[in-house]
């Protein structure tokens, strides 16, 4: 998952985006609201996370702005000011959630978490396809009820093929969530990452669950049919003896 935090307060946004990493996130850290837009236009967030007090606009502004550019990420504010007339000046704006500072690490977690299971139409911490589930709150996946070990960077790929189940992803997709823009390796290391984590996932017993979309990108499958996907062949007509 990657996140977008607008926060001036360099040492509130550290602690912020430590937590979050810790969660397996990509941070990235706007310190005002004209920077955050202009990340927002160039990347694909999963969650934006907004203080109310930015140097040079109300985080009311930001939100304001980035729903009229029809960025439909899930945003979450954070503000000292818990009276009932921000929080719903927040939502009215276009805000999907409020949290009041001071809070616990663990709530904006489980906050961020919930917002984007919602906005990829997940009611449930855990995704199912098939025998492979996926459990987004304990970061764990398995197969027919076994733990399939993954490393971090496979669990990513997988999180976030099942997370936009249907749409086909290119190596850009997954070099943005992967490493945020922040020292990106060439983008073969992608195909690497998916053969391996293919071949962990047919071991466990979940063959074919990601396919090949040649010159494209990689798609999560159902696990029922053909690991790629290649054009059709041409019909061949036999001709009269």
């Not at 503000?79 to 719903?88: D, E, I, L, Y």
């Not at 996932?201 to 063959?207: E, F, I, K, P, T």
Request: hydrophobic share 45%.
């Amino acid at each position: 998952m990657r996140i977008l935090l607008v926060e001036d307060d360099r040492s509130a946004a550290r602690g912020i985006a430590f937590q979050l990493q810790q969660h397996r996130m990509v941070v990235d850290v706007a310190d005002c609201g004209a920077e955050a837009l202009e990340l927002a236009r160039l990347y694909d967030y999963d969650a934006v996370v907004v203080d109310l007090m930015l140097p040079d606009m109300e985080g009311y502004e930001v939100v304001s702005k980035l729903r009229a550019s029809r960025v439909e990420a899930p945003v979450l504010m954070l503000s000292a000011v818990s009276r009932t007339q921000a929080k719903v000046r927040g939502l009215s704006v276009g805000a999907d959630d409020y949290l009041s500072k001071p809070f616990e690490p663990d709530e904006l977690v489980a906050r961020l978490q919930a917002m984007i299971r919602r906005s990829k139409g997940f009611s449930q911490p855990r995704i199912q396809l098939g025998a492979l589930s996926l459990d987004l709150g304990a970061k764990e996946v398995a197969v027919q009820g076994r733990t399939v070990h993954l490393t971090g960077k496979e669990y990513a790929i997988l999180e976030l093929l099942l997370m936009r189940r249907g749409t086909v992803l290119s190596k850009e997709n997954f070099l943005d969530h992967l490493y945020g823009g922040m020292d990106e390796p060439d983008s073969k290391i992608i195909d690497v990452f998916v053969c391996k984590l293919r071949k962990k996932l047919q071991v466990a017993g979940a063959a074919n669950v990601i396919g090949t979309v040649w010159g494209r990108g990689y798609i999560i499958r159902d696990g029922s049919g053909p690991s790629a996907y290649r054009p059709p062949l041409p019909e061949m007509r036999l001709s009269a003896a």
